[in-house]
Every structure is written in C-alpha cells, then in structure tokens.
C-alpha cells in the first residue's frame, strides 16, 4: 500500500515537472510568437527612423487620413486634435491626440489602434504612438500625446482613404492611482 502511493506520488511529482517544463517554455516563447503574429497581421508596426529615410514620397497620389478616438471606462476624453488630413504617401506624419481626465481620480489607461480598411494596418508604419507605452494621467490632467508615422508607398491604388482609431482602455487591477493627497 505504501509502495503504491509512493509511486503514485512519483508519478505524479514526473507530471508536474513536465507541465513546469512546458509552461516556462510556452513563457519563453511568447515573446517571439507575439512579435511573428504581429508582423503577419501588421498590428503595432514599429519602424526604425533610417527605414523611414529610404522612402520615397509619392507625390502623385494623396491619401486621406482620418482620425477617430473612443474611450473605454469613462473616466478620461481622448480626442484628435485634427480630425483628417491629406497626405502623399511615403512623407513623414506627425498628429497629436489630447488625453483629458475630468475625474477627481487618476488612471492608467492603454490605447490601442485599430484601421479602416483592417488591411491598411499593413502600410502604417508608426515611429512614435502613445500606444506603445500605458498612460498615467493624473486627476483633472490633460495632456498631448503624439503620432508619427509614415504610410507606405506600396499601400494599393484603390486606397483613397484610411482611418486611424485609438480606443484607450482603463488597465485591469491598476485602474485608480492614489494620488497621494
């Protein structure tokens, strides 16, 4: 009987280091899975500024560029500063977005971009987005966050517009800061 659960305990003791194994490894491997599926569906596309110097600008074309913001958790406004703009693709463009929180509690908060068409995701390259770091903003605070990036000139033909959304959500488990006061 004693013989029997210890090799049952044994057993069960292989498992458990096995599933250890597995889960450091799944770990490890997130990273780089992560940064793969974010390079096949282009979602938080990040350029280097000497990749950016080797475009070319297309000054036969212009693009629309629409921008749009929406707010999740109520406690902040995010709005673009200007609501469209007309660009050649391949030129450098920077916009500014204003993050205001008229509550009497600070909050952490992520944006995250979304596209329209969802396939023009692939042609923005982004240099700097407030989207690549969480947002403190403090209680009654209103701060200009930038956007620079360029579009690619091998965006296709038929693309005459593209809308560029951020939706700032409240981060979980972290949402209200003290203030300290």
């Known amino acids: 009987m004693i013989e029997d659960q210890r090799n049952a305990n044994q057993r069960m003791m292989r498992k458990l280091v096995v599933m250890a194994f597995m889960m450091f490894g799944f770990g490890y491997l997130l990273v780089p899975l992560y940064e793969k599926i974010c390079d096949v569906t282009g979602l938080n596309q990040v350029v280097k500024a000497d990749e950016v110097s080797n475009t070319q600008i297309d000054d036969t074309r212009l693009i629309n560029v ?15 500063l200007e609501s469209k703009k007309t660009v050649h693709p391949g030129e450098l463009i920077e916009v500014m977005y204003e993050l205001h929180n008229p509550s009497d509690i600070s909050v952490l908060g992520q944006a995250i971009p979304s596209y329209g068409p969802a396939f023009a995701s692939r042609y923005i390259k982004k240099l700097d987005c407030f989207c690549f770091t969480q947002q403190e903003i403090r209680a009654g605070e209103t701060r200009q ?29 972290r949402g209200a800061i003290n203030d300290g006061s």
């Not at 913001?69 to 709005?79: A, I, K, V």
């Open 66 to 80: 629409e921008f749009d913001s929406n707010s999740r958790g109520g406690r902040w406004e995010l709005r673009a």
């Open 145 to 173: 966050l930038p956007v620079v990036f360029v579009i690619d000139p091998e965006v296709p033909s038929e693309v005459h517009t593209i809308t560029l959304s951020f939706t700032m959500f409240e981060v979980e488990g």
